[in-house]
């Protein structure tokens, strides 16, 4: 009786014993399992993440190509206008001062004043023009160039029209700048005397 209890004991041990080691195997296996999962999910993302970083790259590439392409295209169509516009300044150049000598030409149509530099080329009839510099205007072509003189020095030639204003114009808003200089100051004397 005893001994069958011992081997019953003994049974009971054992069984328990193996399903311990089972239920340790089944959780070992599990985590081994989890742990793929997990490896795979990491490499999953990870070769997402490349693949995205890999096509916005190329997205930025290729805007960068389509943008260097569209540079050189506008640098080639200006490179175009502005000698079809020599071209033409050329061809019109002894007609405009053979006019310009008889008189026809010059009458002054605007005064403007440059607030922008231009060098100009004086072999292109370009001319130079200073920031301040007052110009009479004797015509304005399609382009956007204008025909004038510098009032200081008398030189007559071809200049942008978008580096001058128009003298009255340009009169008003340095009034306006001085104006505002003034409210300026005056603000700052009134902060000065707050603090006093």
């Known amino acids: 009786d005893t001994a069958a209890k011992i081997s019953e004991r003994n049974k009971i041990e054992l069984e328990r014993k193996e399903t311990l080691r089972r239920a340790e195997s089944e959780r070992k296996e599990f ?6 999962r997990k490896n795979k999910e990491k490499l999953l993302l990870e070769r997402q993440n490349f693949e ?38 050329s061809n019109d150049q002894k007609s405009n001062d ?15 004043v440059a607030f922008h530099e231009y060098e100009g080329d004086r072999g292109k009839n370009l001319m130079r023009i200073e920031v301040g510099m007052e110009l009479e205007v004797f015509a304005f072509d399609r382009t956007g160039w204008v025909r004038g003189r510098c009032v200081k020095s008398g030189e007559i030639g071809w200049f942008p029209g978008n580096f001058t204003k128009n003298l009255e114009e340009w009169k008003v808003g340095e009034k306006e700048k001085e104006k505002e200089k003034e409210k300026e100051k005056e603000r700052e004397k009134e902060k000065e005397r707050e603090k006093e």
Request: net charge positive; charged share 45%.
């Open 31 to 36: 985590e081994l399992k989890e742990l793929e």
């Open 52 to 89: 995205r970083q890999k096509k916005h790259e190329q997205k930025l590439n290729e805007q960068k190509s389509n943008e260097q392409k569209s540079n050189d295209q506008k640098s080639n169509d200006q490179k175009s206008n502005d000698q079809k516009l020599n071209d033409q300044k």
């Open 98 to 112: 053979q006019k310009l000598n008889e008189g026809e030409t010059t009458k002054v149509i605007e005064r403007r």
